[in-house]
Nanobody, 117 residues
Framework: QVKLVESGGGLVQPGGSLRLSCAASGTSFSVYVMGWYRQAPGKQRELVATMAGNGYTNYADSVKGRFTISRDNAKNTVYLQMNSLKPEDTAVYYC???????????WGQGTQVTVSS
């Protein structure tokens, strides 16, 4: 069973930065996608950014140029560097681990990011 542990959320002022981390354990798959999704109050969960093992990345238009996803395959860890944060980035951010070939998708518990002055 895949376990995801997230860290790095918090309160930050507009224009500030945060870095989220998500470590996966209990898995030995070599081909997987890790990424971040977010859910704001009253809204559906939405994709923020994902990264495949070959380095292919996918970003939501709303975060392009401000957020950067990266991963350390040796540590099964994915990071999300968030710069120039805006109040509309406020949400619970969830880590996702997916193995498309076997329809496996696991979620972390979520970490709150609040952007406010």
């Amino acid at each position: 069973q895949v376990k995801l542990v997230e860290s790095g959320g918090g309160l930050v002022q507009p224009g500030g930065s945060l870095r989220l981390s998500c470590a996966a354990s209990g898995t030995s798959f070599s081909v997987y996608v890790m990424g971040w999704y977010r859910q704001a109050p009253g809204k559906q969960r939405e994709l923020v950014a994902t990264m495949a093992g070959n380095g292919y990345t996918n970003y939501a238009d709303s975060v392009k140029g401000r957020f950067t996803i990266s991963r350390d395959n040796a540590k099964n860890t994915v990071y999300l560097q968030m710069n120039s944060l805006k109040p509309e980035d406020t949400a619970v951010y969830y880590c996702n681990y997916e193995v498309v070939a076997i329809s496996l998708s696991s979620w972390g518990q979520g970490t709150q990011v609040t952007v406010s002055s």
